[in-house]
């Protein structure tokens, strides 16, 4: 921890500052068909300032954390600010000023395992799946963990120190049939170091299994019809919706351009069974796969309600969006690495479970599919969306069909959530997601399955 | 560099067989337009030391961004603990072909106060020339690398370059409506032109406004042809590429597998990675393999000239390294007017931007089609939304109807219009 050292440069702090000291240290080893093709650790830290003056921002970083260093990049923020005032002309007013104390650290305490016992542990899920399926084309594993480690000290009093690590396993196997390829990919793990997730390589078996079964139905599936459909969204892919296609548009930077949620917040957006939170640290009093407890410009971070039964409440926003919106600050302001500013970011975004039962949900429906599966999702200013959806069934008489291949589902989210009419009462958190936005940042999504309609990009 | 030696003595001292480690130091200076202000200043200075060890055969690499021998005493450290403790791979080593090279292209011209200017002045213009047109976001920053390569087989590299880089997100906002976001980014050997007007910048910020009046397409589902926007070819081309790299070859999934010298795509598609071209403001003179970059073919009339492998990748395949690992991309030019590839439409779009997921092994794709327009008859129609287009990636590239003249220079790619045929298009 670094706190007291940051604390003994807060004389030099002549407006409003933050100075953190950043640690990012990832670790990412990749099997590929038995063969480890990359073994590798990043580790990327040091301290930045910025300093805000007269409605401008300097920011400046360095690697080093020597005390003249401190001192120099101190310096050199408030001297970008002032240049930028220098030249132009904007004073909103003063940032939200409210010190807060905290210490919150997620590392494990167990003791840390060596690098040969995680390429171990990958061989003997690779000696499985390959021995077991021995008809796989390709088998990739790939251990991949970050660790977050944030010292925060503020010009207001602010004193923080934050260790959020997250440790993922993705796994993508790829068959051949009739001479074309078909690959299935999944993601396990989340918040927590190696140790805490990844203890015995047999706990993965049956999600091993799962995605064999998976890949295989795939590669005798149908593609889709395309068309304007009614369909079931899966717990993870109502957590990309929730995320991208509604999330990203209500945060300020993005409402103040002109993003299409400018004009709807306190109408309806959605149908009142539909309740959208963004969760700063913890869901049913348990944290949440990035859970945020102060942000990085020091504001104690709160959960955002962005829809309320259907109508939209509120938006995500940094202290400086706070004063234009004449809000409160909301805790949105995450950077990435220690050279990086912070923007306004998603922290654990979710549609809220609801009533029905995924079953009754597939037996409402006469002609459509269940999407289970997706690899990745755009949005943009219109709520305009599109996701990959990579394993689903059809749904024929309210009963499973066939499985599909890869399509892409899109829609307009404000108008896709006005066709909700059932949503699940299970509640499953993705805690794989890295969202881009100027700068990567890891991500929550999550939510129930839900019932809707939206277009199909089938054959 | 003497601080390289050092790591690369202190490799070998502590066990490692073989040993590459590499330095960049990054001075960045960054001027952001958000919301009608330019209202950040951001400057960095980085370092990123990389250390690669070989024991036995077996693998392990480290990046740090510290460069004090502590650190670097302490990465040493866990490297050589790591690379003994990984697996055996007769393929691990480090690039034998031993060079002492130094490429310079430093112009060293930061001026923070024409930066300013140049934002400043894009902002006006575009506020005055589109009333209806929100700007997003607008970044101008200059950047300046210094890279430096040693092995303990002897190579020896090292370079420096400076560029600018502009990057803009935008769309078009009239009372209650909005248009689809549209980006663009451009490397710059200097500020001598005003932003507005460099590359696609100038119609794309017109069609963003045009995508006021977007209309979903009457026919809701037909088969017809695509004309590619150079922006939209470069992230297309992208999803190609990933079939001719490490992963995909050296799995055995690649759909290019075993096909060097044979024609795979149109004749009418020459793509050539240019690392080194004057045409390019972005110079990637070597890679992180140690391997001195090349202008070079990767398809030439439809033929496949190269893999992108790295060395390890090459030596795992037992097929030759790539000229580079796909940067730099330049499309040669066609002989088509943009006008006369509209005419020859009968029915289809302009893909402007594609929304989509990476296409499936097989080449499937499906996604939206953004800031795109209907075409008919030979005529653009109007812009449409809530478009999808399906189809597969290397039916694309084998069914070219024609290429551009024009191609539109991004700084880091050349890129013109292409016309393809056969892509499934439904909407609502």
Redesign the interface.
């Given at each position: 921890m670094k706190l007291d050292y940051l604390k003994s440069f807060k004389d030099l702090f002549a407006d409003y500052t933050e100075l953190r000291w950043q640690e990012n240290t990832n670790v990412f080893l990749k099997l590929l068909n038995g063969t480890l093709i990359e073994n590798g650790k990043r580790t990327v830290g040091g301290v930045s300032a910025r300093v805000y003056k007269d409605g401008f921002f300097g920011f400046a970083s360095s690697p080093l954390s020597d005390a003249d260093k401190i001192k120099e990049i101190v310096r050199k923020a408030g001297e970008n600010a002032s240049l930028l005032a220098g030249l132009g002309r904007k004073d909103i007013g003063k940032l939200a000023q409210e010190g807060h104390e905290l210490i919150k650290d997620f590392s494990t305490v167990k003791a840390r395992v060596s690098r040969k016992e995680m390429i171990d542990f990958l061989r003997e899920l690779d000696n499985y799946t390959r021995s077991k399926y021995s008809d796989l084309k390709a088998s990739n594993f790939v251990l991949n963990s970050l660790d977050m480690e944030k010292n925060l000290v503020t010009s207001f009093d602010t004193y923080a120190y934050t260790m959020v690590p997250r440790t993922i396993l993705v796994i993508v196997m790829t068959i051949e049939k009739d001479g074309v390829i078909y690959d299935y990919y999944d993601v396990i793990g989340g918040l927590g170091q190696y140790e805490d997730l990844f203890t015995d390589p047999e706990n993965f078996y049956g999600q091993i299994d799962t995605m064999y079964k998976r890949l295989r139905e795939k590669a005798e599936g149908i593609y889709p019809e395309a068309g304007y459909k009614e369909v079931i969204l899966d717990s993870r892919i109502s957590g990309i919706l929730a995320h991208e296609a509604i999330g990203h548009t209500t945060e300020a930077d993005f409402v103040k351009s002109g993003s299409i949620a400018r004009d709807y917040l306190n109408e309806r957006v959605a149908t009142e069974i539909v309740n959208l939170v963004d969760f700063a640290a913890e869901y049913d009093n348990k944290p949440c796969p990035v859970p945020v407890y102060i942000d990085d410009e020091g504001t104690r971070a709160e959960d955002v309600v962005i829809i309320q039964d259907g109508i939209l409440k509120n938006y995500m926003n940094n202290k400086e969006l706070a004063l234009e919106f004449n809000t409160s600050p909301t805790g949105n302001a995450r950077a990435y690495t220690f050279s990086d500013e912070p923007l306004v970011r998603m922290r654990n975004t979710a549609i809220l479970p609801g009533e029905n039962s995924l079953e009754e949900m597939i037996a409402s429906i006469e002609d459509g599919y269940y999407f289970i599966d997706t690899n990745n999702g755009q949005a943009d200013a219109t709520s305009e969306f599109m996701f990959g959806v990579t394993f689903g069934y059809e749904i024929k008489n309210g009963k499973l069909g066939r499985a599909i291949k890869d399509t892409t589902i899109s829609g307009v989210a404000f108008d896709v959530l006005k066709t909700v009419s059932m949503i699940s009462n299970e509640m499953y958190w993705s805690s794989g997601g890295m969202c881009g936005k100027k700068q990567m940042i890891p991500v929550g999504f999550g939510g129930p399955a839900i019932k809707c309609k939206v277009n199909i990009g089938g054959k | 560099m003497e601080l390289l030696d050092k790591c690369l003595a202190l490799l070998k001292e502590k066990g490692a067989d073989e040993g590459e480690v590499s330095l960049t130091h990054v001075q960045n200076e960054e001027m952001e337009l958000?919301?009608g202000?330019?209202?950040?200043?951001?400057?960095?200075?980085?370092?990123?030391l990389n250390l690669n060890a070989i024991i036995e055969k077996k693998?392990?690499?480290?990046?740090?961004?510290?460069i004090d021998e502590e650190a670097i005493a302490e990465?040493v450290s866990?490297l050589i603990?790591?690379?003994e403790?990984?697996?055996i791979?007769e393929a691990n080593g480090v690039s034998d072909q031993v060079q002492e090279r130094d490429f310079n292209n430093c112009k060293d011209n930061y001026d923070?106060?024409l930066m300013?200017k140049r934002l400043e002045n894009f902002n006006k213009e575009v506020i005055a020339a589109y009333p209806d047109l929100?700007?997003?976001?607008a970044?101008l920053e200059y950047q300046k690398r210094y890279n430096y390569y040693r092995n303990s087989k002897g190579v020896n590299l090292s370079s420096n370059h400076d560029n600018y880089f502009f990057s803009t997100s935008f769309?078009g906002?009239r009372n209650?409506e909005?248009?689809?976001?549209n980006y663009t980014g451009i490397a710059l050997e200097n500020l001598d032109e005003e932003l507005y007007e460099l590359a696609s910048l100038p119609y794309l910020l017109r069609e963003s406004v045009e995508h006021l009046d977007a209309r979903i397409i009457d026919n809701?589902?037909f088969t017809g042809d695509l004309i590619i926007t150079p922006d939209c070819l470069r992230s297309i081309l992208y999803s190609l590429l990933s079939h001719l790299g490490?992963?995909m070859l050296?799995?055995?999934?690649s759909?290019f597998k075993d096909s060097l010298d044979k024609k795979v795509l149109d004749g009418k598609f020459t793509l050539k990675t240019e690392p080194v071209s004057d045409l390019l403001a972005i110079k990637d003179y070597y890679s992180g393999d140690g391997v001195v970059n090349r202008n070079d073919y990767i398809f030439a009339e439809g033929v496949l000239k190269n893999y992108l492998l790295d060395f390890?990748g090459s030596r795992?395949t037992g097929l030759q390294r790539g000229p580079s690992l796909g940067s730099n991309l330049v499309v040669e030019a066609g002989d088509k007017s943009i006008a006369e590839m509209v005419e020859s439409v009968e029915r289809g779009i302009i893909l402007a931007r594609f929304?989509?997921?990476?296409p499936?092994?097989?080449g499937?794709?499906?996604?939206?089609a953004?800031n795109s327009y209907y075409v008919e008859d030979g005529e653009i129609k109007y812009p449409i939304?809530?478009t999808?287009?399906?189809g597969n990636l290397f039916s694309l590239f084998q069914n070219i109807m024609g290429i551009s003249k024009d191609r539109i220079n991004f700084g880091y790619s050349l890129m013109p219009f292409l016309h393809a045929k056969e892509i499934?298009v439904?909407?609502?």
């Amino acid at each position: 921890m670094k706190l007291d050292y940051l604390k003994s440069f807060k004389d030099l702090f002549a407006d409003y500052t933050e100075l953190r000291w950043q640690e990012n240290t990832n670790v990412f080893l990749k099997l590929l068909n038995g063969t480890l093709i990359e073994n590798g650790k990043r580790t990327v830290g040091g301290v930045s300032a910025r300093v805000y003056k007269d409605g401008f921002f300097g920011f400046a970083s360095s690697p080093l954390s020597d005390a003249d260093k401190i001192k120099e990049i101190v310096r050199k923020a408030g001297e970008n600010a002032s240049l930028l005032a220098g030249l132009g002309r904007k004073d909103i007013g003063k940032l939200a000023q409210e010190g807060h104390e905290l210490i919150k650290d997620f590392s494990t305490v167990k003791a840390r395992v060596s690098r040969k016992e995680m390429i171990d542990f990958l061989r003997e899920l690779d000696n499985y799946t390959r021995s077991k399926y021995s008809d796989l084309k390709a088998s990739n594993f790939v251990l991949n963990s970050l660790d977050m480690e944030k010292n925060l000290v503020t010009s207001f009093d602010t004193y923080a120190y934050t260790m959020v690590p997250r440790t993922i396993l993705v796994i993508v196997m790829t068959i051949e049939k009739d001479g074309v390829i078909y690959d299935y990919y999944d993601v396990i793990g989340g918040l927590g170091q190696y140790e805490d997730l990844f203890t015995d390589p047999e706990n993965f078996y049956g999600q091993i299994d799962t995605m064999y079964k998976r890949l295989r139905e795939k590669a005798e599936g149908i593609y889709p019809e395309a068309g304007y459909k009614e369909v079931i969204l899966d717990s993870r892919i109502s957590g990309i919706l929730a995320h991208e296609a509604i999330g990203h548009t209500t945060e300020a930077d993005f409402v103040k351009s002109g993003s299409i949620a400018r004009d709807y917040l306190n109408e309806r957006v959605a149908t009142e069974i539909v309740n959208l939170v963004d969760f700063a640290a913890e869901y049913d009093n348990k944290p949440c796969p990035v859970p945020v407890y102060i942000d990085d410009e020091g504001t104690r971070a709160e959960d955002v309600v962005i829809i309320q039964d259907g109508i939209l409440k509120n938006y995500m926003n940094n202290k400086e969006l706070a004063l234009e919106f004449n809000t409160s600050p909301t805790g949105n302001a995450r950077a990435y690495t220690f050279s990086d500013e912070p923007l306004v970011r998603m922290r654990n975004t979710a549609i809220l479970p609801g009533e029905n039962s995924l079953e009754e949900m597939i037996a409402s429906i006469e002609d459509g599919y269940y999407f289970i599966d997706t690899n990745n999702g755009q949005a943009d200013a219109t709520s305009e969306f599109m996701f990959g959806v990579t394993f689903g069934y059809e749904i024929k008489n309210g009963k499973l069909g066939r499985a599909i291949k890869d399509t892409t589902i899109s829609g307009v989210a404000f108008d896709v959530l006005k066709t909700v009419s059932m949503i699940s009462n299970e509640m499953y958190w993705s805690s794989g997601g890295m969202c881009g936005k100027k700068q990567m940042i890891p991500v929550g999504f999550g939510g129930p399955a839900i019932k809707c309609k939206v277009n199909i990009g089938g054959k | 560099m003497e601080l390289l030696d050092k790591c690369l003595a202190l490799l070998k001292e502590k066990g490692a067989d073989e040993g590459e480690v590499s330095l960049t130091h990054v001075q960045n200076e960054e001027m952001e337009l958000k919301n009608g202000n330019i209202d950040l200043l951001r400057s960095r200075d980085e370092y990123y030391l990389n250390l690669n060890a070989i024991i036995e055969k077996k693998r392990a690499s480290i990046q740090i961004n510290k460069i004090d021998e502590e650190a670097i005493a302490e990465a040493v450290s866990e490297l050589i603990h790591n690379a003994e403790n990984s697996q055996i791979d007769e393929a691990n080593g480090v690039s034998d072909q031993v060079q002492e090279r130094d490429f310079n292209n430093c112009k060293d011209n930061y001026d923070p106060e024409l930066m300013y200017k140049r934002l400043e002045n894009f902002n006006k213009e575009v506020i005055a020339a589109y009333p209806d047109l929100v700007l997003e976001g607008a970044v101008l920053e200059y950047q300046k690398r210094y890279n430096y390569y040693r092995n303990s087989k002897g190579v020896n590299l090292s370079s420096n370059h400076d560029n600018y880089f502009f990057s803009t997100s935008f769309f078009g906002r009239r009372n209650r409506e909005t248009s689809s976001m549209n980006y663009t980014g451009i490397a710059l050997e200097n500020l001598d032109e005003e932003l507005y007007e460099l590359a696609s910048l100038p119609y794309l910020l017109r069609e963003s406004v045009e995508h006021l009046d977007a209309r979903i397409i009457d026919n809701k589902k037909f088969t017809g042809d695509l004309i590619i926007t150079p922006d939209c070819l470069r992230s297309i081309l992208y999803s190609l590429l990933s079939h001719l790299g490490n992963d995909m070859l050296i799995a055995g999934t690649s759909y290019f597998k075993d096909s060097l010298d044979k024609k795979v795509l149109d004749g009418k598609f020459t793509l050539k990675t240019e690392p080194v071209s004057d045409l390019l403001a972005i110079k990637d003179y070597y890679s992180g393999d140690g391997v001195v970059n090349r202008n070079d073919y990767i398809f030439a009339e439809g033929v496949l000239k190269n893999y992108l492998l790295d060395f390890y990748g090459s030596r795992k395949t037992g097929l030759q390294r790539g000229p580079s690992l796909g940067s730099n991309l330049v499309v040669e030019a066609g002989d088509k007017s943009i006008a006369e590839m509209v005419e020859s439409v009968e029915r289809g779009i302009i893909l402007a931007r594609f929304s989509g997921g990476q296409p499936a092994s097989n080449g499937d794709f499906s996604g939206v089609a953004k800031n795109s327009y209907y075409v008919e008859d030979g005529e653009i129609k109007y812009p449409i939304k809530e478009t999808m287009i399906s189809g597969n990636l290397f039916s694309l590239f084998q069914n070219i109807m024609g290429i551009s003249k024009d191609r539109i220079n991004f700084g880091y790619s050349l890129m013109p219009f292409l016309h393809a045929k056969e892509i499934v298009v439904s909407s609502r």
